[in-house]
């Protein structure tokens, strides 16, 4: 057996929880939330290519009124349109101006960690199973979606930019355009985003997550699934334990499914845009969906429980606030993208290097058997500290991590030391 800690599995024992995280949970409003969801049903459709001469109707109000209520929140955010005029192409039939809405909460580093929901919406005429992409003026209220999405961003940003917690990552509230076309805006926010080398830790995607009762009948209030794209070692997988495991702590009672699939079976999410250009992120949605309500006009207010979506903004919110305010994770590959983990000395030890992160007070070294799905053993070292040797622990057998901790105990993302693909080999025969 290998010598460390055995973690306690159990997340709620021998855990504290961080004052100001409490505090900003504390702050997510019920009501608030139902009038969101109200208003955005409000303006009939938000189809990406209904009107925008309107003040009260269509994807034009829709927008604006999103960039207002961001704008409301006070000085501390920064709003704007991220625009793009986007070609006629696929599920696109007209040349069309899309526009994402952008809150920016500046924080004391340039790594950012966005929230995002899509604003846009799409119905079926009614009785028909086939969409009519050019039909842009058919009620499509999308309350659940994806205005429950839409919704906890604002509040989020509400809560986060009202408070005065200096945190240490910038966060990104963030309304998606064009994602019923296929992520539109996101891929477009995305590509710009990886062109531009900005560091994003971490993307919570939030895609219908405010409804209670299942097209089958059956219900689940207590519980939300977050999907995470592989591999097991890969910082999307990290990110979902990492959200797992403050739920526990902040929102007990509510418990994080994690399913370990990139979506939806044969489905997809403006975290996808993300995830396909090298960027960690997940999506949350519902754990019992109702098919039958979705893309059409009976996606209404009625399908959304303001009491279950604040559940899910509260689990939102300690996952952001706890890696926002933690430092950043440590460096365990190289420049040039090898694992900085050898077999030590003697070839048959687990010698463990990392990059030294400011602010760190310790590291959290965690390692688990390569069958295993979550971390295992885990040891504790001073800040300063760059290596680590666990004698006669076989790196073949075992998977490692390092987490960067802080004075008050927040942790960063566990950092996994990640197999790197082999090249192919091509032999030539005569
Ligand atoms: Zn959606």
Do not use: C
Not at 69 to 80: C, E
Not at 164 to 170: K, M, W, Y
Not at 209 to 222: E, F, H, L, P
Not at 224 to 234: L, Y
């Amino acid at each position: 057996m290998v010598a460390g800690t055995l973690i306690v599995t159990n997340p709620l024992v021998g855990q504290s929880v961080d004052s100001r995280v409490v505090a900003l949970l504390n702050e997510i409003s019920v009501e608030r939330l139902a009038t969101t969801i109200d208003t955005l049903a409000g303006f009939g459709t938000r189809h990406t290519l209904s009107q925008t001469d309107s003040p009260t109707a269509g994807i034009g109000a829709a927008r604006q009124w999103i960039f207002d209520r961001f704008r409301s929140t006070g000085p501390r955010l920064q709003v704007s349109f991220d625009t793009y005029r986007v070609a006629p192409q696929g599920r696109i039939t007209r040349e069309v101006e899309l526009r994402n809405v952008v809150a920016v909460l500046p924080g004391r580093s340039a790594r950012r960690i966005y929230v995002s929901g899509h604003y846009d919406t799409v119905a079926r005429p009614e009785g028909s199973n086939r969409f009519e992409w050019e039909n842009a003026d058919l009620p499509a209220p999308g309350a659940n979606d994806d205005g429950s999405g839409t919704a906890l961003v604002l509040e989020l940003a509400r809560v986060f930019g009202a408070s005065d917690v200096e945190f240490d990552a910038t966060l990104v509230f963030i309304a998606f355009a064009g994602e019923e076309e296929g992520l539109i805006g996101a891929t477009l926010h995305a590509t710009r985003a990886a062109e531009e080398k900005v560091p994003i830790d971490a993307m919570f995607n939030n895609d219908i997550v405010g409804g209670v009762i299942g097209g089958d009948g059956s219900a689940d209030s207590r519980s939300v699934r977050v999907f995470s794209e592989g591999p097991a070692d890969s910082p999307s997988r990290q990110l979902a334990r990492h959200i797992r495991d403050v739920a526990a702590r902040y929102v007990p009672g509510h418990e994080v499914r994690l399913v370990a699939r990139a979506d939806r079976f044969g489905r997809g999410g403006d975290h996808t845009a993300f995830n396909q250009r090298g960027y960690p992120g997940v999506r949350f949605t519902e754990s019992r969906e109702n098919y039958g309500r979705q893309h059409t006009v009976a996606d209404t207010p009625a399908g959304v429980s303001a009491e279950y979506l604040a559940r899910n903004a509260r689990v939102n919110a300690a996952g952001i606030a706890s890696l926002a305010l933690a430092p950043a994770s440590p460096l365990v590959m190289s420049d040039r993208g090898r694992p900085m983990l050898r077999r030590g000395t003697t070839g048959y030890d687990a010698t463990l290097t990392w990059r030294e992160v400011p602010g760190a007070t310790a590291y959290r070294i965690v390692w688990r058997r390569g069958w295993a799905l979550d971390w295992e053993f885990e040891r504790i070292v001073p800040g300063g500290t760059t290596e680590l040797t666990l004698p006669s622990v076989s790196i073949d057998d075992y998977i490692f991590g390092v987490a960067a901790v802080d004075q008050a105990g927040l942790s960063s993302l566990v950092a996994a030391y990640v197999n790197p693909p082999r090249r192919r080999v091509e032999i030539q025969t005569r």
